[in-house]
């Protein structure tokens, strides 16, 4: 999180019924278009991204309507999961972890759907727990060879601001995304970009929704408003965020953090392990999944650099727990924070005793230097 961001956090809090509040959540909206590309309406909720996740399938699907739910990461699985609990009848389709998104296997199964029970399809952009991306304008090619009319929905957590992602170009009805990553504010604030047609859908399906309710919601936020206290100093954070972004241009940032998730990924290498991520075409910008060899302990690892260098790693999630590492990527991240970041780990793996080869950092610090 960039100090501005921070201190942008910090103003006092106004009212957020008065005339200032509603002149500052106009211009956000109009910046929230520009940020996911230009979709009818983003909805902004004091919640995690997993809130989202829940608001896409209840306003726009009916108790037991059919969702085919593409499971390649710990996150796809949980958003299946959440579908289920809602009383919705989920349908697995199960990938490999180490792989995007299958297009063809979806169009073979939506193909096979002749009476278009499936009401939507649900994928996840970049899955953080193993550092994957999938190609989803392919997704969206898929859908239309089958002539299918299910909506889109799209995890986009750990990609928006990190890597390319249109709402509109794309296709994509529901795209859900939060404020914790490449938007670089602190958890809290989840989103939920809509299509034209996920807004009809909206208006004719029948599951429960109070908190979540996107008419209600649209009716406060055309005047500049929300039906509920929001998060004011978070919206103060995420308007400096979209100013950055602005500043630096989008295509710059994807490039810079292309970049850095390159220089990792030479690290990796250059230490002899082993990047979880089995598709190079699918090589995440946001985050770098990392097998530790047999026998070790990933979790051990990590323990072992936070307490000598202060210095947290992310986790294996679900069932990929002690078998990987994670370094993310995203965000306020530069060239220096990388380099401290590789350093910290190849000091990790030495002093945890982790068979490795010694030129890792070095090996990123070359591509860096180069570039």
Sequence with gaps: MPDRVLRAMTRPVIDHRGPEFAEMTLS??????????????????????????????????????????????????????????????TEILAGDWRRPADPAAIEARLAEDRAHAIRAVLVVHNETSTGVTSDIPAIRAALDRAEHPALLMVDAVSSLGATALDHADWGIDVTVSGSQKG?????????????????????????????????????????????YTPATSLLYGLAEALRMLREEGLEVAFARHARLAEATRRAVEGWGLENYCADPAAYSSSGTTISVPEGVDADALRAEILERYDMSLGTGLGPLEGDVFRIGHLGDFNELMLMGTLAGVAMGLRSAGVPHEPGGVQAALTFLAER
């Design 28 to 89: 956000l909206f109009d910046e929230l278009r520009w940020v996911f590309g230009d979709p009818a309406h983003v909805f902004v909720f004091p919640s995690s991204a997993s809130g989202c996740w829940e608001a896409a399938l209840t306003n726009t699907l009916s108790p037991g309507d059919r969702v085919l739910a593409y499971d390649n990461g710990f996150f796809a699985a949980r958003w299946a999961t959440i579908a289920t609990r809602m009383g919705l009848e």
């Design 183 to 227: 938007l670089m504010l602190p958890p809290g604030l989840g989103f939920c970009a809509a299509s034209e047609k996920a807004l009809a859908a909206a208006e004719t399906a029948t599951s429960r929704r109070a908190y979540w309710d996107w008419e209600e919601t649209r009716r406060s936020n055309e005047r500049g408003f929300f039906p």
